[in-house]
């Protein structure tokens, strides 16, 4: 049982390249998420699934997207990368999405956007 | 807007000794409380779980406390080993019309010398 796994665990891009951020869960959840972390603050909320083949926006959707096909997998895309994207990726995913659900997070992608 | 403040941001301790973390929120409407251990270059890990009636739980060493009324949490660490050494990350949730929301601190990096 691997939990959540992430691909790839480092990136560097240029400027105006895009990227596609892998995130996999064996533990049949029903909600994933993809949350930035940045230095002095707390990570916050990109973009998020409540199911196979649905995502709705967080708390910072804006230069990303998200794609969820299979229930297994929640991907993050970056279309033209700017360098504010710099930053450290997690995945998260947990069963429900009830109040006292446990997220399980990925060990993190650091991207860094020259 | 929901905030969450952690103290210190920073703490260097001797190994065996005693220490405690501060979290204070303004999250509405509270729904609990978790604390999060983050190990360098992995992801966080729930640690404990706190409802709005509860006032303690321990896991292991580790005592989390809530002051529902001041909106304070803190998480004490007894007789710290070298392992203890990471961040810890303060998560309070609000549940507004059945929908989940998470306010993450950005944490206190503790550092256990031998």
């Known amino acids: 049982n691997a939990g959540v796994t992430q691909t790839p665990k480092f990136r560097v891009l240029k400027t105006g390249q895009s990227m596609t951020l892998l995130c996999a869960q064996d533990?049949?959840?029903?909600?994933m998420y993809w949350y930035r972390q940045d230095p002095g603050m707390g990570l916050r909320l990109i973009h998020y699934?409540?199911?196979?083949?649905?995502?709705a926006k967080g708390e910072v959707p804006d230069g990303y997207n998200v794609s969820r096909l299979k229930k297994q997998n929640f991907l993050l895309g970056l279309e033209s990368a700017a360098p504010s994207q710099t930053s450290v990726y997690f995945c998260?995913?947990?069963?429900?999405?009830?109040?006292?659900?446990?997220?399980?997070f990925g060990p993190g992608t650091r991207l860094t956007v020259l | 807007k929901n905030q969450v403040e952690q103290s210190p941001q920073s703490l260097i301790i001797l190994e065996g000794k005693n220490c405690t973390l501060q979290?204070?929120?303004?999250?509405?409407?509270?729904?609990?409380l978790r604390w999060y251990k983050q190990d360098t270059g992995r992801g966080p890990v729930s640690l404990t779980i706190?409802?709005?009636?509860?006032n303690t739980k321990s896991n292991g060493r580790y005592t989390a406390t809530l002051d529902a009324d001041t909106k304070q949490s803190s998480l004490h660490i007894t007789a710290s080993q070298l392992s203890d050494s990471a961040s810890y990350i303060c998560?309070?949730?609000?549940?507004?019309?059945?929908?989940?929301?998470?306010?993450f601190g950005s944490g206190t990096r503790l550092q256990v010398q031998p």
């Open positions: 998260a995913s947990s069963y429900l999405g009830t109040d006292t659900d446990t997220q399980y």
């Open positions: 533990m049949n959840h029903e909600y």
């Open positions: 699934s409540v199911g196979e083949g649905t995502t």
């Open positions: 979290c204070n929120y303004t999250v509405s409407p509270f729904s609990n």
């Open positions: 706190m409802t709005f009636s509860e």
């Open positions: 998560v309070v949730i609000a549940m507004d019309t059945g929908r989940r929301a998470l306010t």
